[in-house]
C-alpha cells in the first residue's frame, strides 16, 4: 500500500485526459498529477477544428484550457513530451528524453493519430494533409490561401470536414473515396445520395468508388493525383481523411491487453491493476449492447475521462451511456446515435428519406435488433433527436411496421 500521496500519470491531454485530471483534483486534494502529450498545447476542442478550417471561428475559440489552469489545480501538464514506454512491474512511464514517471494510477487517454497517404509520389511531396491536430488545421489554412485546387480523399469523417472546409474556403474541391458512397458503414446508398446532394449544392465533385494511385509532383509540390480508374484529378491540396490509428505502440512489451485500442471492462479498467484506459483509445465494454467497441466521440471521450478520474481515486462507477456523434454536414446536420453499423449482421435496419426543409431532406436510418431498437442515424433536421436517444437508452421493443414508422418520423 502506498504511504506517500498517491501518483497518478495521465497519457494524453485531450477532453478524456484533462477531465480525469480535474476529476483526480477534486476527489483528492493531495495527489500528483502529471498530464503527459506530445503536442504543444493545453486542451483545445477538436471537434471546433473544421470551423476553425472553414475560417468561421478564430483560434482563440478553440482552446479550452490555458497553462494557468493547470497551474491553478496544480496539474503538472508536460507537453513536447513523448511517452515512447511504460513499465507495469516498475509501475513507470519513460518519455523519449528519458524522463521516468512513477505511477500509483495510470491512465492512457492516448487517441489516435491519423493514417497516412501511402501511395507512389506521397513520400515527400509537400501539402498532402492528415486533419487531427491544431497544428495540422494552421499549416492547412496556409496552404489553402495559396491553393486554388483541393482533393479531400477518404469515405471517413474527417475526409468530409476537409472537403467541407476546401469548399467553404472556395477551393475547386473534388471529393475522391473509394467506397460506394460516404460513411458507408452506417449509412445505405440512399443516405449516401443524399449527401452527395448536399455537397454537391457546395459545388464539390464528388467521385466514388475509385482511388489515388499515384501523386503526381512538379517542384515537391502535387500538381496532380493520378487514380485507379485513370482519372487525373487536379490538387494544389491533398487532405487525406483515410481513418486513424488509435496511439497504443508505447504498450509494446506491457501485459497490458490491446485489440483494436486498449481493452478495458465497463470500470474502464485494463487487465493490469492500476491501469485505466479513456476516450477514443479505450476499447470498452459496453454493457447495453453486450461486447467491447471503440468509440471515437468527443462526448464519449468527455464521460470516459469522468469515469475514469472517478475510479482512479477509489471510486467503482461504470460507464453506460449512449454515444452520440453530431456534426454539422455542410448546412444541413448529422447526429450517429449509439449502435448504428450497416455491416453488422445481427441488426435490422429501417430507413426513411423525406422532403425536409429549405429545399432539403431528412433522412432517418434506425437499427434494431431482436426488435430492440440500438441505434439511428439523423441527417437533415436534428428534430427529434433527444426523444431519440431516450428510447435508444431504453432499447425500445418496436416490433410493428408501425410502431417503427411512428419513431422515423418522431420530431
Ligand atoms: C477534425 C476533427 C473533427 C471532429 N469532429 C467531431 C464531432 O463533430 N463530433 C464528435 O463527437 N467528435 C468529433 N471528433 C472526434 C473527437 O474530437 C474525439 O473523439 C475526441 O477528441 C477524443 O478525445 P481523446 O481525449 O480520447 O483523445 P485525443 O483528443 O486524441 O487526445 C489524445 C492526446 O494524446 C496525445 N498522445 C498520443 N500518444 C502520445 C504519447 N505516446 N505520448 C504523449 N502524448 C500522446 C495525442 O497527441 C493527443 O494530444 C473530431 C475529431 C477531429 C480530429
Known amino acids: 500500500m502506498a504511504t506517500h500521496d498517491k501518483r497518478y500519470v495521465i497519457i494524453g491531454n485531450g477532453i478524456a485526459g484533462t477531465t480525469a485530471a480535474e476529476t483526480l483534483r477534486k476527489l483528492d486534494p493531495n495527489c500528483s498529477i502529471h498530464l503527459i502529450t506530445n503536442e504543444p498545447y493545453p486542451l483545445y476542442n477538436r471537434v471546433s477544428l473544421p470551423r476553425f478550417l472553414q475560417g468561421v471561428l478564430p483560434e482563440q475559440k478553440v482552446m479550452i484550457r490555458d497553462f494557468a489552469w493547470h497551474e491553478q489545480r496544480r496539474i503538472c501538464l508536460l507537453t513536447e513530451t513523448l511517452v515512447t514506454e511504460v513499465n507495469t512491474d516498475e509501475r513507470v512511464v519513460v518519455t523519449e528524453s528519458g524522463q521516468h514517471f512513477p505511477y500509483d494510477a495510470l491512465l492512457i487517454a492516448s487517441g489516435g493519430w491519423a493514417k497516412p497517404l501511402q501511395v507512389p509520389g506521397a513520400a515527400g511531396t509537400k501539402h498532402i494533409y492528415n486533419f487531427v491536430t491544431l497544428d495540422d488545421t494552421k499549416t492547412i ?22 472537403c467541407d472546409g476546401f469548399a467553404m474556403r472556395k477551393l475547386e474541391t473534388t471529393w475522391l473515396m473509394r467506397g460506394p458512397y460516404w460513411l458507408r458503414n452506417c449509412l445505405d446508398p440512399e443516405g449516401g445520395e443524399i449527401v452527395d446532394a448536399i455537397a454537391r449544392r ?30 487525373e484529378i487536379q490538387a494544389d491540396i491533398i487532405g487525406v481523411g483515410l481513418g486513424i490509428t488509435l496511439n497504443t505502440s508505447f504498450l ?28 477514443d483509445v479505450a476499447e470498452f465494454y459496453d454493457p447495453t449492447i453486450g461486447r467491447h467497441h471503440t468509440m471515437g466521440t ?21 460507464y453506460v451511456d449512449v454515444p452520440t456523434y453530431t456534426s454539422p454536414l455542410f448546412d444541413v446536420n448529422i447526429a450517429v446515435i449509439g449502435t448504428a453499423e450497416s455491416n453488422n449482421p445481427e441488426l435490422e435496419s429501417v430507413s426513411l428519406r423525406e422532403p425536409g426543409e429549405k429545399g432539403h431532406e431528412n433522412y432517418r436510418k434506425l437499427f434494431l435488433r431482436d426488435n430492440k431498437l440500438v441505434g439511428a442515424v439523423m441527417i437533415g433536421s436534428p428534430k427529434g433527436r433527444k426523444k431519440l436517444v431516450e428510447l435508444i437508452r431504453n432499447q ?16
Request: proline share 4%; glycine share 12%; charged share 20%.
Open 141 to 162: 489554412i496556409a496552404r489553402i490561401l495559396e491553393s486554388r485546387t483541393a482533393l479531400a480523399y477518404g469515405g471517413s469523417f474527417i475526409s468530409y470536414e476537409l
Open 202 to 231: 457546395f459545388g464539390v465533385n464528388v467521385i466514388h468508388g475509385d482511388e489515388i494511385s499515384e501523386v503526381v509532383a512538379r517542384d515537391g509540390v502535387p500538381a496532380y493525383v493520378k487514380t485507379k480508374q485513370g482519372r
Open 252 to 279: 509494446k512489451g506491457t501485459p497490458i491487453e490491446v485489440r483494436t485500442g486498449v481493452v478495458v471492462n465497463e470500470y474502464l479498467e485494463t487487465n493490469v491493476p492500476h491501469v485505466y484506459a479513456a476516450g
Open 298 to 318: 468527443w462526448d464519449n471521450a468527455l464521460a470516459h475521462g469522468r469515469i475514469a478520474g472517478i475510479n482512479m481515486a477509489g471510486g467503482h462507477e461504470p
Open 396 to 411: 425500445q421493443v418496436l416490433a410493428s411496421p408501425a410502431e417503427r414508422e411512428a419513431v422515423l418520423t418522431l420530431k
